[in-house]
């Protein structure tokens, strides 16, 4: 099996090299038999082959079991063509390896309740998982574009679609992880204004009588923002289209207090996934072994369990980052009175340690 390395931009390469030591180790120690290959993605590999996405990566992406991706795009390409944008790489790399279901885990680690920015009493017990449609939505409608109206006035617009074998797929998905959870699917919409997302409640709805042991809400995407912030222990599955969930992903990592620690990946129909801590490329702290690695850690983890078969070394990643965060190590994301602030080295080396 092959794990493709794709760092990309901004803090990428010095969290993916993380990702990428506790696979050498699992290999080197544990038994692991796979092989770590490198690719280009995002402003990297623009400034090198003109194109976010080079064919040369999407072809190694498609040969792969496994990508771990760090993160795309920064300041120093905000001024290039939109279909050349680093962001567009990692679209293309969704929609090249029908990458439509987007698992966002928001926890709360017990030995960080307290740099939520919500009360403790509020977040205790945190545990929430995204599914997020990925492939679908307003990201890949057409028409799209800046249009120039009679009169000489510019006009941008995208186009929100979605058919229903997309909506039924990722429904299906959030109730069979929410089988193995706490058995609740909330599904976000905006069904009382866009008719692409009452037609994925009616389907979601349909989806939902073949698991009549999992309960099901549906909830519009307004309220759904303010329940997160209110009352967020109240969501097990939340069940989104593309862009609701790109939103409401950040609002709940935001409400752990930690979204240098939060995993995801993307799957497909087969066992190929792309692994990504939530975090963006964070180009103020880019190079200064400040970022926290832990995201991306947990993201090996995620891969370790849905893509490489293996269970046991996926927890024992997860419970190494556990003990590192008891024994009092923070990065500066994390940081808090009493405890240790180490780099990135410093954290990952932590964790190779516990390994
Ligand atoms: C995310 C990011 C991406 C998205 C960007 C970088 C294209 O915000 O993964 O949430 O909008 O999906
Ligand atoms: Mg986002």
Redesign the pocket.
Known sequence: MTVLLLPGDGIGPEVVAAGASVLEALVARHGLQITLEQGLIGGAALDRSQRPLPAETLAQAKRAQAILLGA??GPAWDRVDASLRP?KG??ELRAGLGLFANLRPATLHPELGGVSPLKPEVVEGLDILIVRELCGDVYYGEPRGIRVLDGGERQGYNTMVYREGEIRRIARVAFDVARRRRRRVCSIDKANVLEATRLWREVVQAVGQDFPDVELTHMYVDNAAMQLVRQPTAFDVMLTPNMFG?IL?DLAAAVTGSIGMLPSASLNQGACGLYEPIHGSAPDIAGRDLANPLATILSVAMMLRHSLGAQALAERVEQAVTRVLQGGLRTRDIHAPGTTEVGTRAMAEAVLREL
């Open positions: 795309v795009g962001e990692l679209l790109d992903s």
